[in-house]
């Protein structure tokens, strides 16, 4: 079955660092370029970050208000993506899915979704 | 960065209507435009991407369209399961973004 899932998701305190996997099966994991999403408790969705496969490069992208905190890596032959989260803040408070993303018509695009795990900071 | 605003917020409709919803890019994102539909508890489902190209197994009653910095998600007959928050996304430069989200309720 083709399908993402995400763990690791936890209550933290404020300062501490937690690490979320994306175990992913079903599809060529190291083809695909990888991404995490967060949704805060009222609020949108919000990009993360971005990994490249490592045949496009491997590097990572990351939206301002996590640079510098959060790292995305990726282990190929387990099939699993981490995004490592340091430094937390209470407003890291968020669901946090992974999806794959996917390149078509001058568009990239996330197209496979995990359902999300929990992380809140919290004291 | 490029700023993605969706109107409108939010949205009262009957099963049957026609839906339009709308988002406006602070500058051009070419054909980099997505739509996504998110239920409560739930992954995001992918609708629509580059701009206008219906994504495998949504029912066609789902439509994108526009050009530029406008454009438009139709919903052609509103379905009891198309209640739900869309959400626009550009990913023509980094950092990628979403507009903050439509939510379609029952009239």
């Known amino acids: 079955e083709v399908q993402l899932v995400e763990s690791g998701g936890d209550l933290v305190k404020p300062g501490g660092s937690l690490r979320l996997s994306c175990a992913a099966s079903?599809?060529?994991?190291?083809?695909?370029?990888m991404t995490w999403v967060r949704q805060a408790p009222g609020k949108g969705l919000e990009w993360v970050g971005r990994?490249?496969?490592?045949?496009?490069?491997?590097?990572?992208d990351y939206a301002a208000p996590v640079k510098g905190r959060f790292s995305i890596s990726r282990h190929d032959s387990k099939k699993i993506l981490y995004l490592q989260m340091n430094s937390l803040k209470t407003e890291d408070t968020a669901v946090y899915y992974c999806?794959?993303?996917?390149?078509?018509?001058?568009?990239?695009?996330?197209?496979?979704w995990g359902r999300g795990t929990l992380v809140t900071v919290s004291s | 960065d490029i700023q993605m605003t969706q109107s409108p917020s939010s949205l009262s409709a009957f099963v049957g209507d026609r839906v339009t919803i709308t988002c406006r890019a602070s500058?051009?994102?070419?054909?980099?435009l997505n739509w996504y539909q998110h239920k409560p508890g739930t992954a995001p489902k992918l609708l629509i991407y580059?701009?206008?190209s219906l994504q495998s197994g949504v029912p066609s009653r789902f439509s994108g369209s526009g050009s530029g910095t406008d454009f438009t998600l139709t919903i052609s007959s509103l379905q009891p399961e198309d209640f739900a928050t869309y959400y626009c996304?550009?990913?023509?430069?980094?950092?990628?973004?979403f507009g903050q989200g439509t939510k379609v309720e029952i009239k």
């Open positions: 990994v490249k496969s490592k045949d496009d490069g491997g590097t990572t």
């Open positions: 999806a794959t993303v996917r390149y078509q018509l001058l568009s990239r695009y996330f197209d496979l």
């Open positions: 580059g701009v206008s």
């Open positions: 500058q051009s994102t070419s054909r980099s």
């Open positions: 079903g599809f060529i994991f190291s083809n695909a370029w």
């Open positions: 996304q550009q990913s023509y430069t980094i950092p990628w973004t």
